[in-house]
């Protein structure tokens, strides 16, 4: 059973470009999370997503950023006309179930880099 | 702003010694505590968790405190090893709440050899 996998693991993307995040959770998991963190930091809850519907987004900036994990593929992270702030690790979990009820596991990460 | 920090962002231990983190938080509501491990380019690790009518649990090498009366928790390494050099995170979450980890910042444990 392979563990979440993300991709890309790098990517770059000058300013004003869009960054698109894939992340596949594990197999059979419903719940999505994402997280970004920056250089020396902790994880910075954006948003909670369960197959078709965001759960909560609370982190999640009002403009540029988006998310969904629709029925069938990998949930996508998009970031639109990027800029140089956005470069960060971001970080994606899977659950089987809620949080508090089991374990959240993570992928690699992807290291947006905006130049 | 995030409810869950840290005292120390760094910790050098010599290899074989015990180790202490510890974390505190401010949301007096959470109810479950999780430990991540988190190595040089690689996602959070699930070390150990505990909830909050508990207030020691134990693992492999690993134990974690609870202290509820001043919102204070720790996780001790014991015989730590060079593989044990990581950034470790504390994480909470409210269980009758919003069901997301709340992660601190982290502290940087050097094992020395």
């Known amino acids: 059973n392979a563990g979440v996998m993300q991709n890309p693991r790098h990517l770059v993307r000058r300013r004003g470009q869009e960054a698109r995040l894939r992340c596949s959770p594990m197999?059979?998991?419903?719940?999505v999370y994402w997280y970004r963190q920056l250089p020396e930091e902790g994880l910075k809850f954006m948003v909670y997503l369960q197959k078709e519907n965001i759960i909560d987004e609370s982190g999640m900036p009002k403009e540029r950023f988006s998310a969904e994990f629709p029925k069938e593929g990998p949930s996508i992270l998009r970031i639109q006309q990027v800029v140089r702030g956005d470069s960060a690790a971001y970080f994606c979990a899977s659950s089987l179930q809620q949080v508090a009820n089991t374990e959240a596991f993570f992928g690699q990460g992807t290291r947006l880099t905006v130049v | 702003g995030e409810s869950v920090g840290l005292h120390l962002p760094t910790l050098s231990v010599q290899e074989g010694d015990n180790s202490i983190i510890n974390c505190a938080y401010s949301?007096?509501?959470?109810?479950?505590f999780i430990w991540y491990k988190q190595e040089s380019g690689k996602g959070p690790q699930f070390i150990i968790d505990i909830r909050s009518n508990m207030d020691k649990r134990q693992g492999q090498r690993v134990t974690v405190l609870l202290n509820k009366t001043v919102k204070h928790l720790s996780l001790q390494i014991a015989a730590t090893q060079p593989g044990d050099s990581a950034v470790y995170f504390c994480?909470?979450?409210?269980?009758?709440?919003?069901?997301?980890?709340?992660f601190g910042q982290g502290t940087r444990l050097t094992i020395n050899p």
């Open positions: 994480a909470e979450i409210e269980i009758q709440g919003a069901q997301k980890l709340v």
């Open positions: 949301n007096s509501a959470s109810d479950y």
């Open positions: 197999k059979g998991h419903s719940h």
